[in-house]
């Protein structure tokens, strides 16, 4: 019964079609060249689920047992290579005969999963799972050596990777959007009664924080409501009816911006900054997180593999964020002539980052954050929401109210970051070795022996450059500056 349920349209959209229907009629003589795509095309639901599926993804079919069973059995057979506590030394045997395991493995075909998004999506994640164990579990290799990710995973990571359209990596959608079961099975999908399977330390704050990154998300769902219906609005321009309606939805959207900064400064009851740096986000990190002189990956029997997208899961890859930003257009190129102008700081940041995230995002979600940049997406005629503002005297103050708001988001996301990576890498990993100033000598020996450099987010880019860039690139998009 779930799964016929599961099929047919909510009301919601029933209505949706109906309005569709009932206003565009008239009017198809006169929009016979506007993108006839819907949100559901790009597998998003701006209703109910987002950019999260409806369902949480099934196993993956017999032939594919061994990857399930290996990544059921990781988090009690393995530990972080640089963890030096008892406990972990204690797995150093298992890890190996499991990491063996994997190496005797065939190359399995992943093709006849392809025919089903959902189980596409489950074989990325259990690959990119086994992957970061497998690095992360591994001893570091001679000086000068990549880290080698045998064939049995990288060959079907790829392949998979590429007919969905993402890095062959772990990503936000493998740690977050994909990661859940159902707490009851009987209750439909909510943020309430979703649990997060797959977990690396093991701890309760590892669940939260995913938990927290999955509240942002769902809260952002009302946000893609607003857009979808911007987009979908007759030529607005001259009446009023409608500019009154985009003048509420963007005092809606500063109201849903401002309850994001509650759910993101909420992390800090749940998640133990300590924890995070030194249990779980060594696990996140990815090719590139340690710097161009640590060792990168190289993914066997894949022909160009130093070519592929290898960083670890981000933030910054969440495509609700993505799609704010699109709506409220926030150059963060640098592309528009907008004030204050960028400083020194802001031209040496990294202006490719937030494109480059897309490509760690589900194909079909970054094809969804293509089209609703485009006019072929609106009605016809339509301009952007920020040009529209900035010839629409009665919008200039709520959208730069919805602005504010996500400055605001950002500044906090820096003190967040301060706070859980940049404090903490001065901090040692006293759940690790007996000794804490042996631990502390020995990073110290390994940083001044690496050349000491700037605090790293988990893809190796220079975290407070990258944030400070974003939350100015914010703050040029209001209209009052510019």
């Known amino acids: 019964m779930n799964v016929v349920i599961d099929l047919l349209p909510s009301p919601h959209q029933y209505l949706s079609h109906a309005v569709d229907l009932f206003v565009g009629w008239p009017l198809s003589a ?48 393995l530990s972080l290579w640089e963890d ?12 190996e005969a499991w990491r063996q395991q994997v190496r005797s493995w065939p190359v399995i075909d992943t093709e006849p999963l392809q025919c089903n998004l959902r189980l596409a999506q489950r074989a990325h994640l259990v690959l990119a799972w086994l992957v970061h164990y497998y690095v992360h579990s591994a001893p570091e290799p001679a000086p000068g050596q990549p880290f080698v990710v045998p064939k049995s995973l990288a060959v079907p990571l790829v392949a998979i990777s590429q007919h969905l359209g993402i890095a062959p990596i772990l990503t936000f959608a493998d740690t977050v959007l994909w990661n859940w079961e159902f707490i009851d099975a ?20 590892e669940r939260n924080f995913y938990l927290t990154s999955a509240q942002a998300e769902f809260r952002g769902i009302e946000m893609l409501r607003i857009i979808d219906e911007y987009n979908n609005l007759p030529n607005i321009e001259g009446d009023m009816t409608a500019i009154s309606k985009v003048a509420r939805d963007l005092a809606r959207l500063a109201g849903i911006i401002a309850d994001i900064s509650d759910i993101i400064q909420g992390v800090r009851a749940v998640v133990d900054p300590h924890v ?29 593999s130093d070519a592929l997208d290898l960083s670890g899961p981000s933030a910054g890859q969440s495509s609700v964020m993505h799609a704010l930003d699109v709506f409220l257009d926030v150059d963060h190129k640098l592309r528009s002539r907008r004030y204050p102008a960028p400083s020194a700081e802001n031209k040496r940041a990294d202006h490719g980052f937030m494109d480059r995230m897309r490509r760690y995002m589900p194909g079909k979600h970054r094809d969804y954050l293509t089209w609703i940049s485009t006019p072929s997406a609106r009605a016809a005629g339509r301009v952007s929401l920020r040009e529209l503002a900035g010839r629409t005297p009665q919008l200039r103050e709520p959208f730069d109210n919805a602005v504010m708001a996500l400055k605001k988001l950002r500044d906090l996301h820096m003190r967040i970051a301060c706070l859980y990576i940049v404090t903490q890498s001065r901090t040692t990993p006293s759940a690790y070795a007996g000794c804490p100033v042996a631990s502390m000598m020995e990073r110290l020996q ?30 040029r998009t209001l209209l009052k500056d510019n």
């Open 30 to 77: 006169t929009r016979k060249s506007v993108d006839k795509r819907r949100a559901a095309d790009f597998d998003v639901d701006v209703w109910e689920s987002g950019f999260f599926p409806r369902q949480p993804l099934a196993r993956l079919p017999r032939a594919y047992a061994a990857w399930e069973r290996a990544l059921d059995s990781a988090a009690t057979e």
């Open 84 to 95: 030096e506590s008892d406990e972990a030394a204690a797995k150093r045997v298992s890890g």
């Open 186 to 205: 009987s209750k439909p999908f909510s943020i309430d009664n979703m649990r997060f399977v797959n977990l690396f330390s093991g701890t309760e704050d």
């Open 276 to 304: 995070f740096y030194w249990d779980l986000r060594p696990w996140f990190e990815g090719s590139d997180a340690k710097g161009p002189e640590a060792p990168g990956w190289v993914y066997e029997g894949v022909e160009d």
């Open 446 to 475: 390994k940083s001044r022996a690496a050349g000491e450099g700037p605090t790293r987010g988990t893809g190796g880019n220079e975290l407070s450059l990258l944030l400070k860039a974003g939350r100015d690139a914010t703050r």
